[in-house]
């Protein structure tokens, strides 16, 4: 007899840097049983995030079960990258038990949510829940949360401006359409910013949910799968800035990959890559540099002016040793002349 039990799924999203890839590499290693699959939705040409879960791959959640959808918004293209994805997914054999959604970190979630409405597959999956993830530093800091007491003084001064930034609509469509806020990156920030941070998070929510610290997304499973929330039934509790909308546009933001040979020092590049976000022109970069003389791969990753890098495996016999960055940006600020200089001189 075949199983007609709905497939849960849990769509993770968060901004850029939250460190939804780092949550869903714990859960991958730590899913106790359950048969995982993930799809991986990547804003820009050069999959990153895909290829460091696919290093994670065990029997369980093995390197096929993960699928990455780079330079499109899954919930943009429903019919031409979703629906067949998770149609692949679902004809797995074994099937899967739990499927795992990163969106990328520009993505507005409640359209993605929309689309499990889609009759080729409503009946086969519902929504576990709806994880967002927030940098506990970047918020305290106040780049992704407006300043409410501030914005309602302005606009009560000058109704005739719109004070709402792109950063702060997806941030704040990201909380509106959560069961669940995981606030990151908590070791990083210090005990006074993650009492500022959950303060603003509070402002920003419609509905009243739990506020989890999280540190290099570690976390029990069982609190984050399992939820049950089946939020495709739940759509008109989620409000967005985009309703009523029949499209949404993702033409705030822009991409560009740089790409050029070998460099010598990973120092100076981080030093490059800190430079140009202090200049306030860039949201993330992340990628591979190739370092002359040595045999693995350095990963970067970089959220601002916070820079990590570490070798995450050797490079392969089949590859080019070619570094690679892709940089977002909002649209006004990407300027590809000048990033490529700034990163490579």
């Known amino acids: 007899m075949s199983d007609l039990s709905k497939v849960p799924v849990t769509i993770v999203t968060g901004f850029l840097g939250a460190g939804k890839t780092t949550l869903i590499s714990h859960l991958i290693r730590s899913a106790g049983g359950r048969r995982l699959a993930v799809v991986v939705n990547e804003f820009g040409t050069l999959g990153v995030d895909g290829d460091i879960l696919k290093g994670c791959a065990i029997p369980d959640c093995p390197a096929e079960n993960i699928v990455e959808l780079a330079n499109g918004c899954i919930c943009c293209t429903v ?54 993830l927030a940098d506990a530093e970047a918020v305290a800091a106040g780049r992704f949360a407006p300043d409410l007491d501030a914005i309602d003084a302005q606009r009560a001064a000058d109704p005739s401006i719109d004070h709402e930034t792109p950063l702060s609509e997806v941030f704040e469509d990201q909380l509106a359409c959560a069961d669940l806020v995981l606030l990151t990156k908590c070791d990083l920030a210090g005990v006074d910013a993650v009492v500022v941070a959950r303060k603003l998070i509070a402002a920003e929510m419609r509905r009243t949910l739990p506020v989890i610290e999280l540190v290099d997304g570690v ?104 570094s690679q960055l892709v940089v977002i940006a909002e649209r006004d600020r990407l300027d590809p002349v000048a990033i490529r200089a700034a990163l490579i001189g």
């Open 219 to 322: 976390i029990d499973p069982r609190i984050v799968l399992g939820l049950g929330a089946a939020a495709e039934d739940d759509i008109a509790a989620r409000p967005s800035h985009h309703d009523g909308e029949d499209e949404h546009e993702h033409d705030d933001f822009d991409s560009i990959v740089v790409a050029w040979s070998e460099i010598t020092e990973p120092a100076e590049l981080a030093s490059r890559i800190e430079a140009l976000a202090a200049q306030g022109d860039v949201l993330r970069v992340k990628g591979y540099a190739a370092v002359a003389g040595k045999p693995m791969r350095l990963l970067v990753q970089a959220v601002g002016a916070r820079v990590r890098t570490h070798y995450d495996r050797l490079w392969r016999s089949d590859e080019a040793r070619t």
């Open 79 to 132: 019919a031409d990258d979703f629906i067949p994805t998770i149609e692949t997914l679902l004809a797995l054999d074994p099937r899967p038990d739990h499927i795992l959604i990163e969106t990328s970190g520009l993505a507005l979630p409640k359209p993605l949510l929309k689309a499990f409405d889609w009759p080729a597959i409503r009946s086969r999956i519902t929504v576990d829940g709806v994880i967002t």
